[in-house]
């Protein structure tokens, strides 16, 4: 097997070339305060539907309801946006979503019966923006066949990162000191912001399909794409079940206020590896590089099956933080080498919804495991989630190259 070895000039120099294409930087910057709404969306559904009913089943009902309406709905969406071009759809689906959130505000406010509610929580989550995977598809458009792709992934995963960061505590800080309306009102603001800024920026935006292009879906059913999907499905997992994993370990101590700091620590030394990864430029084919670094992360969550004390669990769980952003970007290169621009869009889509769809499994199995075990059974499932996302990607290497026009 090759060495995975790289080459680096200076910390930033890779992130800068990308940032100097030609209008790289504007769209870049410009989708920023979206990045943060879509990051507040879904916990601010949670905050005002829990303000208006006083029940944290009605929210996660509303908000679940939300989550698989976004996932299947999404790709859609990005069908529409392959189809007829950025410019053109993005604005729509954003008056859309506001429109969806303003009747979900509405119904909370009147305290409508809860079908009400989980309605219009189906048609925010269906109609929300997936602002990452078209500014994913303009950098592809942008850097298609140069090195500095690799980092301009990267520093989308990054940035995605950060904004999953502060998105959820701005949202608690927002509904918490004011009220839950004031929270979703500037979560859809900051989406509407970022996102309007984006679409009218025509000249580095992805030209629509041809006319004639066939734009079905069964154009991304094959191997290979459907390997990295169920990848990222089994990412989801993991991240579901460590979600659960971590909070059900705090609060079994007795310490319920380390869930949030142990779980920090994975995505902070996620940020700093997902840097230094994106600022090399590897030698070793993507391919291999995917291999290695979910090899990586299941020898990484082994430690989560034996430790026992806070400090131990923390050390443990930075391990793991080491690869998840390289993954991230990974995950995106490959879907972007493999698949025909026409559906780019509609591919990136799909693994966002993969992901998405992972994270709901994972919680739904490690918290029925939890209640039954211990958090140390959670960590179990999280390590069986990447040995299947392992050998999936295998399956990725294997495949080859062989869809893209």
């Not at 929210?59 to 071009?85: H, W």
Request: glycine share 12%.
């Amino acid at each position: 097997m090759p060495a995975l070895t790289g080459r680096i000039s200076t910390p930033t120099s890779n992130y800068a070339a990308a940032l100097r294409t030609p209008g790289a930087w504007k769209f870049y910057l410009a989708a920023a305060p979206a990045r943060i709404g879509i990051a507040m969306t879904s916990l601010g559904v949670v905050w005002l539907v829990h303000g208006s009913t006083g029940s944290y089943a009605a929210a996660g009902s509303v908000t679940g309801g939300f989550a698989v309406a976004e996932a299947l709905a999404g790709p859609q969406v990005a069908r529409l946006i392959d189809r007829y071009g950025q410019t053109r759809m993005l604005p729509i689906t954003l008056l859309v979503h506001a429109a969806a959130v303003a009747l979900l505000i509405g119904l909370t406010v009147t305290h409508a019966p809860l079908c009400s509610l989980m309605t219009a929580g189906v048609l925010a989550g269906g109609s929300l923006p997936q602002v990452g995977a078209q500014v994913a598809a303009r950098w592809s458009h942008a850097l298609r066949g140069t090195s500095l792709l690799t980092s301009a992934f990267a520093l989308e995963s990054l940035s995605v990162g950060i904004a999953f960061m502060v998105g959820p505590a701005l949202i608690g800080i927002v509904s918490s000191t004011t009220n839950p309306v004031t929270g979703s009102v500037l979560a859809t603001s900051l989406l509407l912001a970022g996102g309007f800024s984006v679409a009218a920026q025509r000249r580095t935006a992805p030209p629509p399909a041809a006319p004639h292009t066939r734009m079905s879906s069964k154009r991304l059913l094959y191997k290979g794409f459907l390997a990295l999907a169920a990848t990222n499905i089994g990412i989801g997992i993991f991240f579901g079940s460590m979600q659960v994993s971590v909070t059900a370990y705090a609060v079994g101590r007795g310490t319920p206020e380390l869930a949030g700091p142990l779980y920090g620590i994975s995505s902070l030394v996620g940020l700093v590896a997902g840097f230094v990864y994106g600022a090399r430029r590897w030698r070793t084919a993507a391919r291999t590089q995917f291999v290695l670094a979910l090899t990586g992360l299941t020898l990484s969550t082994v430690p989560l099956l034996a430790v026992e004390t806070p400090l131990a669990v923390g050390i443990a769980l930075a391990l793991p933080g080491l690869v998840i952003a390289p993954i991230q970007t990974l995950s995106a290169v490959l879907a972007e080498s493999e698949v025909e621009s026409a559906v780019l869009t509609q591919a990136f889509t799909w693994l966002n919804s993969g992901s998405a769809a992972g994270i709901a499994l994972g919680a739904a199995f490690a918290g029925r495991v939890v209640d039954a075990h211990n958090a140390h059974y959670g960590f179990a499932l999280a390590l069986l989630a990447t040995l299947g996302a392992t050998a999936m990607a295998v399956v990725v290497r294997l495949s080859g190259s062989g869809q893209r026009d």
